[in-house]
């Protein structure tokens, strides 16, 4: 829309057409204030805070029910308006406890806050309060009536932003309350936005209140550890006797890629980084069979030595090692460069969640064609093939929704299951499971590929209709049938493609080369080209597969197995007596089903303890940064590095220190490092430091960066916390290589996590409480 122009408090503004003015004020630097608005829900002009005076209109004006118009003049904070907010203050507080002292929204109270700039001290209200006890409505939500202003926040969050409707409001003028929709408990995904988004103390989390205050936490932006979207978290941390604990988990300054939102995983299953199981202590199995507690340098001795003697002796071929989706890039890259460079073997993988070898062989050369999580805020239209964002990509369903509310975004689904999405979708494709890659043939053109009807040619039609289309698909599609999905993708003029997985980081596990065939950016191990330069000699024959290495070890051809942060045995049905004859070493947080069977355990750091980068399921590129601390436990990017000297390799060539050009950038401090960090940000974008230390994850990256064009992204961006897509058409992939099949999804849904979930009381409780609106399935392994 055309720009028009207008005056605010005698500045000269000027904003597109139709333009709500407290919208224009706020990007002006003008703060108008207000309860009840809230940007991208639908507007409620219920609380009266931002009436503003506009020239020619005799009564105060609502700004945010007004839209800018050419020549308007507004004022906003004259003597007039200030008495007209303080009444209306006045009138919330009338009943309200002010029981700021032990309210959870202390300090961070909008209430609060606009009480003490316009000075509504004293009220003219003398009637009794109307006390109501607090009520509980659901393991995680407490709701605190009389501290409630009405300002249908919390109403219109459940409805429009999560289409849950789980909330409403019962009765009417003084009368009114806010209410569960189901009687006294709610009916909900439990994503906990109705207390992230409520502005006084009415909302609050059973995870946090009554535990501390806002001021009392240190505050880190750091990525969500659970599923593939990769939300920008802010944790809220504080000391504890054995590290610093995790009390709450927001991302209220909308600085990430999810903006605000957080999933019911994302808000409250923090909690297994607390759980009394951690392992604090390496472990070491003695002759008696039993594991028992070993100093670190006896525990990194005894594995060294083991691995060792089976390199010089059986060679590297006789030695697997298995990563994780949960470990940073920098520890993936580290992993396989110990595997490849030390142990000498290309027996490596990982759980794989979707086939992103075959995706990055499809982009190939094509470059913008992968979309971001971003891109799914704006797309005109979208098509969504398999999976179910509502349970497993929380934050994709969040974007669509939005997507279609706000933009009016043309919904396509395609799917052999009944998904909430479907309620946004403009046409739908019932489909039979088996028929996904039948059905792409039949966008494409061929009629024969499916058995069509009228409802699937006009969903073929409406398709091929749209100028700009995004495609997101689920692991129902692997290998070639990803390649033709992409060619179809590629024959329309503006189409971008997401290839949906599982676990924070199982793209960048993929990525950075844990996989039997291909080294980082899918360089293929038969021709290693700049990484044999790097490394020094380096194994070129594909190495065993996860599921070729167990079947190894139950023949007795796999001497020694390395397990970084999965869990294989139960994920994959192992049975353990294929393991008997096989020297293990395993790399976790828990005795999980693996490493009980394990010869000697390691207690590792979780994505919240450590630093480095995580890139999610669409190629958004993060900076993890080190929140918590719990001690005992190493991250395992610091115990790959101490193995590997171990080994024999010179740690000043395995961890690059000195060759680059930039330095430790502060984040290994985490939570306890303050505003220095910022600074040495900036030092360290401008090459005025040297690398100080070979535990530094950005010595690490330097080499990424210079190894893997796709991860050649604007550093700098990436330091001070924004997102970065990596740039898949670089990948050196070969793309005619048929590989096996081995994607296994992790089932995970809203209240499942694998082993974060098992280990979470919080997402246990939740997921077995009435007030779930989904119901339980399969619970993941790893």
Not at 480 to 509: H, M, T, W
Request: negative net charge; aromatic residues 8%; glycine residues 8%.
């Amino acid at each position: 829309m055309a720009d028009v122009t207008f005056t605010v408090d005698g500045k000269k503004l000027t904003a597109p057409a139709g333009t709500l003015l407290i919208d224009a004020c706020r990007t002006a630097g003008i703060e108008i204030p207000a309860f009840c608005y809230y940007p991208n829900l639908s507007l409620q002009a219920a609380c009266r805070m931002c009436v503003v005076r506009i020239e020619k209109i005799p009564k105060l004006q609502t700004a945010c029910t007004t839209p800018v118009a050419e020549g308007m003049v507004v004022q906003t904070e004259t003597e007039e308006i200030k008495q007209s907010r303080k009444a209306m203050l006045e009138l919330l507080l009338g009943n309200h406890p002010l029981d700021c002292p032990v309210c959870d929204a202390g300090g961070e109270c909008e209430l609060q806050d606009m009480t003490f700039k316009y000075g509504a001290g004293e009220s003219k209200y003398v009637e009794t309060k109307q006390h109501r006890e607090e009520q509980q409505w659901s393991p995680v939500v407490f709701y605190d009536r009389p501290r409630c202003i009405l300002c249908y926040r919390c109403v219109r969050v459940c409805g429009e932003g999560m289409d849950v409707w789980a909330l409403a409001v019962e009765n009417r003028g003084a009368s009114a309350v806010i209410a569960p929709n189901q009687g006294d408990q709610l009916d909900c995904e439990e994503c906990g936005m109705c207390i992230d988004i409520c502005p006084v103390g009415a909302l609050t989390s059973e995870t946090y209140r009554y535990k501390t205050r806002p001021w009392e936490m240190n505050h880190v932006g750091t990525v969500c550890a659970h599923c593939g979207d990769g939300c920008k978290t802010t944790l809220g941390m504080r000391r504890a006797d054995d590290g610093m604990e995790i009390v709450r988990a927001d991302n209220r300054d909308k600085s990430g890629i999810n903006n605000d939102f957080l999933c019911l995983k994302g808000r409250y299953a923090f909690d297994f980084a607390n759980h009394t199981e951690r392992l604090t202590k390496p472990l070491v199995r003695g002759a008696d069979g039993k594991l028992a507690p070993v100093s670190w340098e006896e525990a990194l001795d005894f594995a060294a030595k083991k691995l060792a003697e089976v390199r010089d002796t059986r060679g590297g071929k006789a030695i697997g090692v298995i990563g994780s989706n949960r470990t940073t890039n920098e520890e993936n890259y580290l992993l396989q460069k110990l595997a490849r460079g030390v142990l000498k073997t290309n027996n490596i993988d990982h759980h794989r969640t979707a086939d992103y070898a075959a995706f990055a062989a499809a982009l190939k050369g094509h470059a913008g064609r992968e979309a971001s999580l971003r891109d799914f805020f704006d797309a005109p239209a979208i098509l969504l093939l398999g999976n179910n964002p509502t349970e497993q990509h929380p934050a994709l369903a969040w974007q669509i929704r939005s997507n279609v509310r706000l933009h009016r975004s043309r919904l396509y689904v395609a799917n052999h299951e009944h998904i909430k999405l479907r309620r946004q979708a403009k046409a739908v494709a019932d489909i039979p499971q088996t028929a996904y890659p039948a059905l792409v043939q039949y966008l494409a053109g061929h009629d024969s590929a499916l058995e069509s009807n009228e409802s699937l040619a006009s969903f073929r039609e409406a398709i091929r209709k749209e100028e700009s289309l995004l495609i997101a698909f689920g692991s129902e599609y692997r290998g070639r049938d990803i390649q033709a999905l992409v060619e179809f993708a590629l024959s329309l003029p503006n189409a971008k493609i997401a290839c949906l997985g599982d676990y924070a980081n199982s793209r960048g596990a993929a990525d950075m080369g844990m996989l039997p065939d291909l080294l980082p950016g899918y360089v293929p191990v038969t021709a290693p080209g700049h990484f044999a330069e790097e490394y020094g000699a380096l194994p070129t024959e594909p190495g065993l597969d996860l599921v070729e290495m167990f079947d190894a070890a139950g023949a007795g051809d796999l001497a020694a197995l390395y397990i970084v942060g999965s869990n294989p045995v139960a994920r994959y049905g192992v049975d353990p007596s294929a393991l008997k004859n096989t020297f293990l070493v395993v790399q976790d947080m828990f005795l999980t089903e693996t490493a009980v069977l394990a010869d000697v355990v390691f207690p590792a750091a979780n994505l919240y303890e450590k630093a480095g980068t995580a890139t999610n399921t669409y190629g958004d590129l993060q900076l993890v940064k080190k929140g918590a601390d719990k001690s005992g436990v190493r991250a395992d990017f610091e115990i790959i590095v101490r193995m590997a000297a171990k080994l024999g390799a010179n740690p000043r060539a395995f961890v690059p220190v000195g060759k680059g050009v930039r330095a430790d950038f502060g984040q290994t401090r985490g939570a306890q490092s303050g505003e220095a960090d910022r600074h040495q940000v900036w030092l360290a974008a401008h090459s005025l430091e040297p690398k100080l230390s070979p535990f530094d994850p950005f010595a690490i990256f330097d080499e990424i960066q210079r190894l893997v064009p796709a991860y050649d992204v604007p550093r700098l961006d990436l330091l001070l916390g924004n997102d970065e897509h990596v740039k898949s058409e670089l990948v050196q992939i070969d793309g005619t290589v048929v590989r096996r099949d081995l994607v296994l999804p992790a089932n995970d849904h809203l209240a499942t996590s694998g082993t974060l979930g098992r280990y979470s009381a919080k997402l246990t409780e939740v997921a077995n409480s009435p007030t779930m609106l989904t119901s339980a399935e399969e619970t993941a392994a790893d």
